[in-house]
């Protein structure tokens, strides 16, 4: 079964993302016609064993995710600019805590400061001078 499909109207984003969508049940094999209207020749071959109406409910069935593919397409598009908005606002809203600034320019800060104190080794923080019970017998850890 061959569809012939012209890119102006089923963009290839859309038409490869609907065959990904039935790789599981279909194979697929595209060819580009690149005319004065460029196409897309997608060939459809069941992976198992169908009935025509199956073969026609499979068709009917891809044409519909093909139109809902091209649908997002446009939507995305459309919406670009929104979504780079929205990122770029929860990414750069919130504004530096002013009472800690790590990349002041007035200090050189060098790997081995600390200073948020979190470079305390485990063993100093939570280890120190535990006792531990073990047969009876009494050792520090």
Request: aromatic residues 10%; contains cysteine.
């Amino acid at each position: 079964m061959k569809i012939e499909l012209r890119t102006k109207i089923y963009p290839l984003e859309a038409i490869l993302s609907t065959c990904y969508l039935f790789i599981d049940s279909i194979y697929f094999f595209l060819d580009l016609d690149a005319g004065k209207d460029e196409k897309v020749v997608v060939s459809l071959k069941p992976k198992k064993k169908l009935s025509d109406r199956q073969i026609e409910l499979l068709k009917d069935s891809f044409m519909n995710e093909l139109l809902y593919s091209a649908l997002r397409c446009i939507v995305s598009k459309n919406n670009k600019k929104i979504r780079e908005y929205v990122v770029a606002r929860a990414l750069y809203s919130t504004p530096p805590d002013s009472n800690f600034d790590l990349f002041s320019s007035d200090e050189k800060l060098d790997y081995r400061d600390d200073p948020l104190g979190i470079a305390v080794p485990w063993e100093d923080k939570y280890g120190k001078n535990k006792k531990v019970k073990k047969d009876n017998v009494e050792s520090k850890v």
